[in-house]
C-alpha cells in the first residue's frame, strides 16, 4: 500500500442519512464483488449473523454510494479502525464512530463497551480482510476514513449515490420478478429472504455486477440520491426572481471537502455537495450527510468585511460558522453574517456564472443577495415498492447479508465480459461528472475590471483584491 498522497475511487453501502467515507468501512475497486457477493460486507464469523445490529447491511434506508476520495496521510502503523453505524449494538450515538479494537475477531458491531477512536487517530488505514478472495488477481482492499482526518488526512470529491432498494427491485425485476413457482416473493417486502434467494437462483455474480453497473450509468432512471435528513435543503440563487432563469445552487466547490475550498455558485445537479443543512438551532450551514464534527460553511478568520471569500471549514460553533435566513417577503431572503447583520452572502457582480465564488459583501438589499430554499432536496424515490407491503420481518436480518455465503464460492473465478467497462470509466458518465467540476482558473470571483462594488457605504478591506 502505497502511503503517498492517492487517489481514487471507492465503494460502501451506508445509512442513506450520510455520505462519504467518515468513520465507514469502505473498498476498492475489487470489493465491487466484495459488495454484490458481500466479502467486504456483511462478514459472517464464527456462525454470528451479525446483519441486524448494521445498518449499511440492509436494503432498506441505505444507499450504494461510489465515491472519489483523496488521502493525504495514511496510518504510518498501517492500521485499520472497525467502524460502526448509528443504531448498529455498540454504538448509541446519532452517527458513525469507529473503534480501535482493531483485530479481525473484534471486527464487528454487536460488542458493548468497545474502545471508540473520537478523533484520537485520523490517518487513513487499510488492510485486506482475512479470508477474501482476489478479484480478477486484484486483493480486496478494506479503509477506513476517521472523521477527525476529514478536511486535512483525507478529503472527499464527488459521489454517485443510488437508493438501496430502488437497486434491488430492479434486480427484482432482472430476475423475472420473483412471483412464481419457488420463488413467488408477492406482497413480502424487499427485506424478506425470498427475495434474495431468488435473485442468488436467478442471476449469476458477473449478472449482478454488469446490472448495478447499468443503473449507475442510468441518471435518468437512477438519479443521485440525496441525503434524507430533517433541515436538508438547496439554498437556491434567487436574484431577480425572473420566471426562466437557470436554476443555480450554492455549492462546496467541486465536492472538495478539503478545508479552504470555496463555496460557489453552480448548476443545480442533485449531488451532495449542494445539499445543506441549516435550521435556527446553533445556526451553522453545514454540508449534509457529513459525520460528526462536519464541514461547514466559514467566513474566513472571522473578519468581516466586503470581499471576504467563503470557505468550507471544520464546524466548531463559532460565530464565523453562524449564518441567519432574513426572510425578503417574496420567495425569497438574505444570509446575514451572525458576526454583524450588515454583511451578507452575495453573488459577486450577481453574476450567476458557474464557478463565481462567493463572498461576504455588506447587505445592499439587491439582487445579487437574494436566496431561495428548496426544502428536501433529491430525495424523490425511483419507487416504493418496498414499503407496500404490510409483512415486514421485525429486527430480521436482511438477505443482503447472507449473500456473501451464497456467492463467495464464485467470487474469485469472476470474470466479466472483455468489453466491460466500470461505469466511471464510460466516456459519458466521466462527462456529466466532469461538467460538474470547476475548469482551469475557476472557482473566482465574476466582476469587471475596475469594478468598485455596489455603491455601498461599507469599504473593501486593505488587503482585499477584486479578481477579474
Excluded at 467518515?22 to 473498498?27: H, M, R, S
Excluded at 442468488?200 to 441525503?227: C, E, M, R, W
Excluded at 417577503?329 to 447583520?341: E, F, K, N, Q
Excluded at 443482503?400 to 458518465?429: C, I, Q, Y
Amino acid at each position: 500500500m502505497a502511503k503517498a498522497q492517492t487517489q481514487f475511487t471507492a465503494l460502501h453501502v451506508l445509512n442513506a442519512k450520510y455520505t462519504g467515507p467518515a468513520n465507514k468501512d469502505l473498498g476498492n475497486e475489487g470489493c465491487v464483488v466484495g459488495f454484490i457477493a458481500y466479502y467486504c460486507f456483511g462478514q459472517t464469523h464464527k456462525g454470528v449473523n451479525w446483519g441486524k445490529w448494521n445498518s449499511e447491511e440492509h436494503v432498506e434506508d441505505t444507499v450504494l454510494e461510489w465515491v472519489d476520495v483523496t488521502v493525504n496521510t495514511w496510518d504510518p502503523n498501517g492500521g485499520y479502525l472497525s467502524c460502526c453505524p448509528p443504531g448498529s449494538k455498540t454504538n448509541d450515538a446519532e452517527y458513525y464512530r469507529c473503534n480501535t479494537w482493531t483485530t479481525e475477531d473484534n471486527d464487528n458491531c454487536h460488542t458493548p463497551n468497545l474502545p471508540f477512536n473520537d478523533g484520537k487517530i485520523t490517518a487513513v488505514g487499510a488492510k485486506v480482510p482475512d479470508g477474501s478472495k482476489p478479484v480478477g488477481g486484484e486483493k480486496q482492499w478494506m479503509y477506513d476514513f476517521p472523521s477527525y482526518g476529514e478536511g486535512s488526512t483525507w478529503t472527499q470529491g464527488t459521489a454517485r449515490r443510488i437508493k438501496m432498494s430502488d437497486l434491488a427491485w430492479f434486480w427484482v425485476d432482472q430476475a423475472g420478478g420473483c412471483t412464481s413457482g419457488w420463488h413467488n416473493c408477492q406482497g413480502k417486502d424487499i427485506e424478506d429472504p425470498c427475495f434474495g434467494k431468488c435473485i442468488s437462483a436467478k442471476l449469476k455474480i458477473d449478472d449482478l455486477i454488469g446490472l448495478t453497473d447499468q443503473a449507475y450509468n442510468d441518471l435518468t432512471n437512477f438519479p443521485n440520491y440525496g441525503v434524507p435528513v430533517p433541515d436538508v435543503q438547496g439554498i437556491l440563487y434567487y436574484g431577480t426572481g425572473q420566471p426562466g432563469n437557470p436554476s443555480k445552487c450554492l455549492e462546496l466547490s467541486g465536492g472538495n471537502s478539503a478545508y479552504g475550498t470555496a463555496i460557489d455558485l453552480w448548476d443545480c445537479n442533485g449531488l451532495v455537495n449542494q445539499a445543506w443543512v441549516w435550521n435556527g438551532n446553533d445556526l451553522q450551514i453545514k454540508l449534509a450527510g457529513h459525520n460528526e464534527p462536519g464541514m461547514c460553511l466559514d467566513l474566513p478568520g472571522g473578519q468581516v468585511y466586503s470581499g471576504n471569500p467563503l470557505w468550507i471549514w471544520g464546524c466548531n460553533g463559532k460565530a464565523e460558522q453562524q449564518w441567519e435566513w432574513d426572510d425578503n417577503g417574496d420567495g425569497s431572503g438574505t444570509i446575514r453574517s451572525s458576526l454583524d447583520w450588515n454583511y451578507c452572502v452575495d453573488v459577486p457582480g450577481g453574476d450567476d456564472s458557474n464557478g463565481n465564488h462567493l463572498w461576504l459583501w455588506q447587505c445592499t438589499g439587491g439582487a445579487s443577495q437574494k436566496w431561495a430554499l428548496w426544502k428536501g432536496l433529491g430525495v424523490d424515490s425511483v419507487s416504493n415498492r418496498s414499503r407496500n407491503v404490510t409483512n415486514k420481518p421485525a429486527g430480521g436480518v436482511s438477505w443482503l447479508h447472507n449473500m456473501k455465503d451464497w456467492l463467495a464460492d464464485a467470487g474469485s473465478n469472476m470474470t466479466m465480459p472483455s468489453d466491460f467497462v466500470w461505469h466511471n470509466r464510460k466516456k459519458e458518465v466521466k462527462d456529466w461528472y466532469a461538467a460538474q467540476l470547476p475548469g482551469p482558473g475557476l472557482p473566482k470571483h465574476f466582476v469587471p475590471e475596475g469594478w468598485t462594488g455596489y455603491n455601498s457605504t461599507g469599504a473593501l478591506s486593505p488587503n482585499t483584491v477584486v479578481l477579474v
